[in-house]
């Protein structure tokens, strides 16, 4: 990191004055997450008492448990918690599997399969979705977890970033390689895998996040409680209790937990994740 | 073709075979399924479907319905994406500077990409539920609480939009960070010594040279605008009074849609979403282009 | 025009010194070459005068003017940088231009000024293509008509030729040589290049872990090191270096340059030729002594020991120097 040079100094008054704005900013963005931790934290009752009902007293951890409870959230996040690392490891593994194929096989009509992979980016889910719902339905997979994650096993991003990756090795390494005995299978265990291990990383998390985050897959095949993920759960507890603010807000907390705590500790795979498509290089 | 050669080219195949399937199944079929099924009428519930072929497409772009979406969603790409863009840009501009507590603000910033649409949207509920929300109880307009911000026809759309941009900010954020971190600081220095203020070095530095970044922030964005669907569903159920925040994607697929139970129409609807988006998609990719020659 | 004096100027960054207690007087119109290996401190010390790093402790004076706290637009001065830091977006014409518009000047006069900074530096075909499209020497090119578009008093060059190939540097050298003469500013130039702190400086400053080592014309600071480290950094191959008592009796360490060194059939120290390099136009001789310390000769002579030979190794008392053992400070003999 560099030192600041005079270039980044920022003198005095300024300092007091860009510190303000920030700190109006930021608590602004945080309002609506402060509502949302603090609610979670009060009695139902609470939120007819304003201002009181803002600041951080009378904390009580029953709405939590209620939400719990009542919201059948524990049901709801072991569905998509089973549902998002089903998709992630799927994912993984088949655009590993494609993109080394991609990268270092020799087969005919090579470059036009990887057009008709990447030409996949260009049809949306919302697109699919419609035609994929009668196609579960006749396979009989409605209201169960194959009808949640099969159709995401495969991602054209994933082949096209893990491509990216193993074209940057030379081709003596795979020559030398040859020459030193490793065969396909060796060669993408020692040599292409660990290289990909930081794409990879980022890789599982976005499957993860949109997988966990999904909305209108779920909602419209599943009905059955039983195989409900937590964001359409969420929807269902709060439409059945449209006035318990604090049990909504206990809700969001409890669903959101596991992502925090994924990308906390994701932190750099997120940053090279998303700059992946928006700075050169 | 030798014998290792033929044996690598099935290796090959065995290797994509997954992808290919899936990627067929799940993408091309529904494709060219749904183009199909565009073609007719009813089919909802299993019930007999009709005929109508390809005017079916051109009777879907004239209706009113249709017509009708297409604008609620452009108004509300129009009302996130620059918004959201500037409000993206602003924050990473605030953060940039090397000055102690930096990080803790830009972890702030950036934490709205902890939460999903559902829950985005359901604190939001929490916020401007008429009577009891938050805001409807500490600010004192009275929209807010009569009949509600999302229960009001002129500012349903607009709620959507704000709980859309705060739900992007940090998403958003990052990705300006990220453009301004790309940016060689020679350049600064340079500016700077040649007499550049601030100003100035903003508009003939970072904006420039945050080019691609910003395209690809804007593409983006919009498709997010296009693909909205769960704050829809949560929040406003396709709008007071009708289809005022209906867009092509809650017609296609809300529950409270005019075509909710019309399969061939919503598959109709659903092609012509897809061109909107290849249009979209392909400007990126154009846009990718142009970077090229930036190196 | 101007000269810069700095006076005991030194930077600190934590814990680590940077640039230590410098004093230098750089004359109006002088052509000052800053030389040094990689992190002596010569690019902070440019920086410094540039304005773009506050000096810890001392002063800096451009002209009549101390201008610790004055910003680097109102010191007079132009920079350009080691990666040339040209606008991508910007077209030749307008990256010339910048630091005009910066100021304020008028469309019509920044035009003539950019158009004759251009013709001074054969860019004038290039004004309406973007740096994208120019070659690695044009670019730089541009950025030298950047710099003398204002006609500042002050030139900061921070090592301009390093990204150029060799050839090119060879011909860029010349170029800058004749630009100085041209323009008449003061050039403040950073390099660890020997060569062009050889070819180029009307003076020499060699720094050496934020310490200035010696000041002087090129050639004094070559044949009168004041120090080892000096005497070391400057030719190629570098000065040889006896133990004291080794060439002569004494407790000071001796150098000799390749090119003042005696291959004889007598002499005060025996070696073997280890190699004979021929490079057409001289020969390089590498000779061991018994204690397995090489020492390079530098011959133009056709005829000489061959490989395996013991030769004597001798060199005439004017051209060997004295380095203190401690210090490595040169002893007056």
């Known amino acids: 990191m560099a030192e600041a040079s005079a270039l980044d100094r920022v003198s005095g008054s300024r300092k007091w004055a860009r510190y303000l704005v ?174 990909a291990r930081p794409t990879l990383g980022a890789l599982a998390l976005f499957s993860f996040l949109g997988a966990y985050n999904q909305y209108l897959w779920p909602q419209r095949i599943t009905n059955d409680p039983d195989y409900r993920t937590v964001q359409i759960g969420l929807r269902s507890l709060s439409s059945a209790n449209p006035d318990r603010l604090t049990l909504i807000t206990a809700g969001t907390l409890i669903a959101s937990a596991p992502i925090v705590i994924v990308l906390i500790g994701f932190q750099r795979q997120l940053i090279r994740g998303l700059t992946a498509g928006a700075v050169k290089g | 073709m030798s014998r290792t050669r033929t044996r690598e080219a099935l290796l090959a195949f065995l290797f994509l075979l997954p992808a290919l399937v899936l990627l067929g199944v799940f993408v091309f079929y529904p494709l060219g399924r749904t183009i199909w099924l565009g073609l007719y009428r009813g089919g909802g519930f299993g019930g007999a479907k ?231 998609s392909l400007i990126q990719f154009r846009g990718l282009e142009r970077r090229v020659h930036y190196g | 025009m101007a000269g810069v004096r700095l006076s005991n100027v030194s930077k600190r960054f934590g814990e680590v010194t940077a640039v230590d207690n410098v004093v230098l007087d750089i004359g109006d119109r002088e052509f000052m070459v800053l030389l040094g290996p990689s992190g002596c401190g010569k690019s902070t010390l440019l920086r410094m005068i540039a304005g773009l790093e506050d000096p810890t402790d001392g002063e800096i004076w451009i002209g009549e003017q101390l201008v610790n706290d004055v910003a680097p637009k109102q010191r007079d001065i132009a920079m350009v940088f080691q990666s040339y830091a040209l606008y991508p977006h910007k077209t030749v014409q307008a990256n010339i231009e910048f630091p005009l518009k910066a100021r304020g000047v008028g469309v019509r006069e920044r035009g003539h000024a950019a158009r004759d900074a251009a013709q001074l530096l054969g860019l004038s075909e290039l004004m309406s293509r973007k740096p994208g499209a120019l070659s690695g020497g044009q670019r730089q090119r541009v950025a030298l008509a950047r710099a003398i578009v204002r006609n500042p008093a002050v030139f900061l060059m921070d090592e301009p030729l390093s990204n ?115 490079l057409g136009y001289e020969r390089l001789i590498t000779c061991v002594l018994p204690n397995e310390v090489r020492v390079v000769a530098r011959t133009s002579e056709v005829d000489g020991p061959r490989e395996g030979e013991a030769v004597f190794i001798d060199a005439e008392p004017r051209h060997r120097q004295h380095f203190d053992v401690e210090t490595g400070k040169r002893v007056e003999a």
């Open chain 1, 22 to 195: 920030l700190t109006v900013v930021a608590i602004l963005l945080l309002f609506p997450i402060y509502v949302m931790v603090l609610f979670s934290l009060k009695p139902g009752t609470a939120i007819f008492d304003y201002p009181r009902a803002l600041l951080p007293v009378d904390l009580t951890l029953e709405t939590l448990k209620d939400a719990w409870n009542q919201g059948n959230l524990d049901r709801y996040l072991l569905n998509s918690a089973i549902v998002s690392i089903a998709i992630t490891v799927g994912t993984l593994i088949t655009s590993l599997l494609a993109a080394y194929a991609f990268s270092f096989m020799r087969f005919p009509l090579r470059g036009l399969l990887f057009y008709v992979v990447l030409a996949t980016l260009l049809v949306p889910a919302e697109v699919t979705i419609l035609a994929n719902t009668d196609t579960i339905k006749s396979l009989g997979w409605t209201d169960s977890y194959q009808g949640l994650v099969v159709p995401f096993l495969a991602a054209a991003f994933g082949v096209f970033l893990l491509r990216q990756v193993f074209l940057t090795v030379p081709k003596d390494l795979r020559e030398a390689a040859a020459l030193d005995g490793l065969g396909h299978f060796g060669f993408l265990r020692e040599v292409a895998a660990p290289l």
């Open chain 2, 50 to 280: 009709t005929y109508v072929g390809l005017q079916q497409y051109w009777d879907v772009l004239q209706s009113n319905e249709f017509r009708h979406s297409l604008g609620v969603t452009f108004l509300f790409a129009l009302i996130t994406v620059p918004a959201g863009l500037v409000i993206g840009l602003g924050l990473a501009v605030l953060a940039d500077k090397h000055l102690r507590g930096m990080r803790f603000f830009r972890t702030v910033y950036s934490s709205t990409v902890a939460t999903s649409v559902a829950v985005a949207s359901l604190i939001w509920l929490v916020l401007l539920q008429p009577q009891i929300g938050v805001l409807t109880n500490i600010l004192p307009f009275e929209v807010l609480k009569e009949p509600g911000l999302l229960q009001d026809p002129t500012w349903a759309l607009p709620a959507l939009g704000i709980v859309s941009i705060w739900a992007n900010a940090g998403f958003t954020f990052i990705i300006m960070t990220a453009g301004l971190q790309g940016i060689p600081r020679d350049l600064y220095e340079s500016a700077f010594v040649d007499g550049a203020g601030g100003w100035r070095r903003f508009t003939n530095v970072t904006v420039p040279l945050l080019g691609p970044t910003i395209l690809f922030a804007v593409v983006v964005l919009t498709v997010r605008a296009l693909q909205t669907y769960a704050e829809i569903d949560i929040l406003t159920g396709g709008g007071p009074q009708g289809d005022v925040t209906t867009t092509v994607t809650y017609l296609i697929y809300g529950r409270n849609s005019v075509i909710a139970f019309d399969t061939g129409l919503q598959a109709t609807v659903a092609v012509l979403l897809f061109l909107i988006m290849l249009v979209v």
């Open chain 3, 164 to 278: 150029l190939d060799a050839k090119l540097r060879g011909e860029t050298r010349a170029e800058l040589i004749a630009l100085h003469q041209r323009v008449e500013g003061t050039f403040i130039y950073v390099t660890h290049d020997q060569v062009e702190a050889m070819t180029m400086g009307t003076r020499v400053a060699v720094m050496q872990r934020g310490l200035l080592e010696q000041v002087g014309p090129p050639q004094e600071v070559y044949d009168r090191p004041a120090s080892l480290f000096v005497a070391q950094f400057l030719g190629t191959p570098p000065m040889n270096v006896f133990q004291p008592g080794l060439l002569e009796p004494g407790e000071h360490l001796v150098g000799v340059r390749p090119e003042h060194i005696r291959l004889d059939r007598e002499g005060p120290l025996t070696a073997r030729v280890a190699l004979v390099e021929a």
